[in-house]
C-alpha cells in the first residue's frame, strides 16, 4: 500500500533561551533558540516530524519557505519521493522559479531541511536502507569533480566490514560527545566554574568555549577553564564569525598556551581561502580550523576540504539539505581524510544529528580519531525520545525514526506569539 503525503503543517515554535543567556556567543548575543517545526501526513495517519533550527527572530520567514514548498510535496507518495529520492531532492532544490531564492542557500535551504528531514522521519520509520539505496538519495551535481558515485559507493561498500562490531561496539559504549554547556559567552565566571565542576563530575573530558569579543576575556576564561580541566582533557574555542583573517591569526596565537584542539569559525563561513589561510598560520601551533554550522551546501564543504581550509568538518542536520546532502558531505570528508565532528545544541540539532554521526562511524569512517559530537544540554525534555547520554558519549537512539518529534504540549506552550510563554513574556 502506498503513503500518500495528504497535509503538510509548519509551526513557529520558539523558546525564550536569551533571557539566561543561553546559547549566546561573540555574534548571536541574544539566541532564543527556535525551529521551523514541520508535520506531514499521509492517507493511512502515519506522520512524520522534521524541523530546521533558527535562533528567534526570522523563524516565520523560515514558516513561509516552508509553506512554499510544501505544494512539491502534498499530494507525493512517500514511496515515489524515495524511489528517485535524488529527483525529489532536485526538485524542492532546484524550482524553476524558487530556486532564485536559493539556490541550496539560505531561508530556502533551511525550509528544504526542514520538510525532507520529516520525509526522512517518515521514511526511518518505514525500512531498511543498503548502500546502493543511500547513494540514490545523493545528488551529485557539482561535486564530481572531488567524489564520483562510483567512488562513493565503493566507500559505503569497503565499511561494510566490520559494520556489525562497531553497531555492538556502539550500543555497548555509545559516539563520544563534548560539551558546550559550561561556557556560553554570556555566562559569568563564577557560573562558568559551576558548570564545568558538575560536567567534570559528570564524566565530561571535552569542553567548548566561546571567545572572540574581548581578548582579555578570553584569556580569563580559557585559562580558568584550562586550569579546571587539567592538561589531558580537550579545550576547543568558537568564535562564531568575529575575526577577519589576521585578527583570527594573532587573537588564537594569543590564546595557543591554552593548548585548543580547534579554533571554530574564526571568519565569514563563505571565506574559504581565508580559512585556509588561517589554518596554515595556525598549523605550527597543533590548532586546527573547524567551520560548517553556517556552511550552506555541499559545493561549499567541497572547496573547503580542495583548499585544505578546515581540519574538521562540522556538518549540521539543518542546515544542509537534510539527510540527501549530509551523505554527501561525509562521502567527501572521508575521501579527504578530514574527521567529521557534528555541530549540535539548539532545540533538536542534537536529536538529529546523532543519526548522521552514528551513521558515520558505522557506515562510512569506522574510526573514532579525533572525532567527537558537540552535545548541549538545553531543550531535550521537549522532545518524545530525548538523546540518552550516559559517561559523555550518546548512545544510540532506540525508538524508529528521526527522533525530532516533539512534545505537542510543548510546542503549544511556545508557538510563537500566540503560545502561552510568549504571551506571559509580552
Ligand atoms: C547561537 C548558537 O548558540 C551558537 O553559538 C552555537 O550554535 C555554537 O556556535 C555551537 O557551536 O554550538
Ligand atoms: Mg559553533
Redesign the pocket.
Known sequence: MTKKIIKLTVRDVRFPTSLEQH???AM?TD?D?SVAYVVIETDQGMQGYGLTFT?GRGTEIVVCAVEALSALVVGKSLEEIVSDFRGFYRLLTSDGQMRWIGPEKGVIQLATAAVLNAVWDLWARSEGKDPRKLISCIDFRYITDALTEEEALDILVKAQTGKQQRVDQMLKEGYPAYT?SCA?LGYSDQLLKQLCTDALNDGWTKF?V?VGADLKDDIRRCSLIRQMIGPHNTLMI?A?QRWDVGEAITWVTRLAEYKPLWI??PTSPDDILGHAAISKALAPLGIGVATG?QCHNRVMFKQFLQASALQFV?IDSCRLGSVNENLAVLLMAHKFKVPVCP????VGLCELVQHLILFDYISVSASLDNRMC?F?DHLHQHFRSPVVIQNAHYMPPKDPGYSCEMLESSVQTHQYPQGQVWKKLQ
Do not use: C, F, L
Open positions: 546559547g549566546s556567543d548571536h539566541p533558540y535562533v558546550t556560553w567548548k566561546k568558537d562564531n571554530e569559525e554550522e562540522q555541530h549540535a545544541g539548539g558537540e548541549v
